[in-house]
Structures are given as C-alpha cells and as structure tokens.
C-alpha cells in the first residue's frame, strides 16, 4: 500500500504487539521532528550563574546597589554567587563576612533560597543563591 502511495512505511512503536506502523514520507516525519526539537530548544531558559563580589566592610550605599543588581538577576531567573574577598588583616574577622552574608540571606530571604551555604575558600568567603 505505501509503495502505491508512493510513500514510507514508518515503524513508531516496535516494542508494542503487533508493532505500529504508519504510511508516511518519511523526510517530512524526519523534518517535522527536527523542527519541533528546535522550538523546545529556543523555549528553554538557561539558569546562569551571576557573581556579585564584595568586602567584608561594605558601605551601606554600596551595599544596596549589590542588592539592586541581585534582585535584578533574581528577577531574570538566574542564580547569584556571592564572594567576600578579604585582603590583609580583614582575615582576622572572618565573622564580619558571616554578618554580612547572613544579612543578604535576611534581605533576599522572601525572593531567593540558599543553594550552597557561606564556605571559606583561601581568602575567599562564597554562598550560592537560587531564586524560589
């Protein structure tokens, strides 16, 4: 019957018993397939990573301009990386980088979940923020 057609017979379901067949062209299947793989693609978000960086002795208007941008990428769905450079003696107060973060989970903590918890890394202080 497809060679009359002049089309494919295309098998969909091999496991099933008996197997589906279906008469079809199938460079048309093939492209409509291709086509519609491309459209879930372009529909797709990609979660990226933002990284906001900061001292462990902020001003408060620095501070809020931080928290403008975070809320911004919140916003766009992205996920925020936080890093606390301390330089020098600032390692002997490693609870004011603790503060600090502690309060940017305060202020975020309606908007935003904490994805990966404030960990030191050398000189480096670093929590991962995901939106909810």
């Known amino acids: 019957m497809?060679?009359?057609a002049g089309l494919d017979l295309v098998e969909i379901v091999p496991s099933a018993q008996p197997p589906v067949c279906k008469i079809t062209d199938l460079g048309k299947m093939k492209y409509q397939s291709q086509k519609k793989a491309a459209e879930a693609r372009k529909r797709q978000k990609t979660i990226e990573i933002k990284e906001i960086k900061m001292r462990p002795n902020i001003d408060d208007h620095d501070?809020?301009?931080k928290m403008k941008a975070v809320r911004r990428f919140f916003d766009?769905?992205?996920?925020?990386k936080l890093t606390l450079r301390f330089r020098g003696r600032?390692?002997?107060h490693l609870e004011l980088g603790m503060q600090l973060l502690n309060r940017v989970r305060e202020d975020v903590g309606e908007i935003a979940k904490v994805e990966a918890e404030p960990k030191l890394e050398g000189r480096q202080m670093m929590m991962v923020l995901a939106p909810k």
Do not use: I, S
């Open 2 to 4: 497809a060679e009359e």
């Open 63 to 65: 501070y809020e301009t």
């Open 76 to 80: 766009d769905g992205d996920k925020v």
């Open 90 to 92: 600032e390692m002997a």
